[in-house]
């Protein structure tokens, strides 16, 4: 049974970095096609890809969020942090991470944590 | 920057059938782009329903089918329930990067 579950702080201030953590089970991020990516939603809005970090890690980045994003992972821990720096309003969000999956097809994000909500404010 | 276009918002009566869309600004959307359909509930997170064009998860009601039509990928639900009622997202893959659709709230009326 995989589960996925985030955890961080659910407020910071303008200009600081976000650190996110998920911590997953039930799958292990040495097997061959797996991957965790992170994924947000602002307010009423909808949903944005940030990030996928993938078994042999090659990381992927939203073009837009690049310059501030750094996905890494600790195999040992079952664990895959996030982080954003230089946060503004504007990146008050909910914010999910998920298993990615392409071993066979490309299942991709199959299975979900039920997100984080991440204010930013001074 | 690529942009994912989704209808904004549908309305379909129960027992009927509605088709999304989603279309890429970089042209048609072929099975190279791996589209795959999520349903979002008010304060749920995205559940997987399609992936790869028109493969369904082991837990996707079959009344839900993905398909591409007309350079777009398409997600047809037939005998809508009361409980379709939700938002749906597309995403598509790019050599480098992914991108989520604006989402189509789906009423069911």
């Known amino acids: 049974q995989i589960t996925v579950m985030e955890s961080g702080p659910t407020v910071v201030k303008p200009t600081q970095t976000l650190t996110l953590t998920c911590t997953f089970s039930?799958?292990?991020?040495?097997?061959?096609?797996?991957?965790v990516g992170w994924i947000r939603q602002s307010p009423g809005k909808a949903l944005e890809w940030l990030a996928l970090i993938y078994w042999d890690d090659d990381k992927r980045y939203s073009p837009s969020l690049k310059t501030r994003l750094t996905i890494t992972k600790d195999t040992s821990k079952n664990q895959v942090v996030l982080t954003m720096t230089d946060m503004d309003p504007v990146d008050t969000a909910t914010y999910f991470c998920?298993?990615?999956?392409?071993?066979?097809?490309?299942?991709?994000?199959?299975?979900w944590g039920q997100g984080t909500l991440v204010t930013v404010s001074s | 920057q690529t942009v994912v276009t989704q209808e904004p918002s549908l309305t379909v009566s129960p027992g009927g059938t509605v088709t999304l869309t989603c279309a890429s600004s970089t042209g048609p959307v072929t099975s190279g782009y791996y589209p795959a359909w999520f349903q979002q509930k008010p304060g749920r997170a995205p559940r997987a329903l399609i992936y790869s064009v028109s493969n369904k998860h082991s837990w996707t009601p079959t009344r839900f089918s993905g398909s591409l039509l007309g350079g777009k990928a398409a997600l047809t639900l037939s005998d809508v329930q009361p409980e379709d009622e939700a938002e749906y997202y597309c995403?598509?893959?790019?050599?480098?990067?992914?991108?989520f659709g604006g989402g189509t709230k789906l009423t069911v009326l």
């Open positions: 995403l598509l893959y790019f050599v480098d990067s992914q991108v």
């Open positions: 039930g799958f292990s991020l040495t097997t061959s096609g797996v991957g």
């Open positions: 998920a298993h990615h999956d392409t071993r066979d097809y490309v299942k991709g994000y199959n299975f």
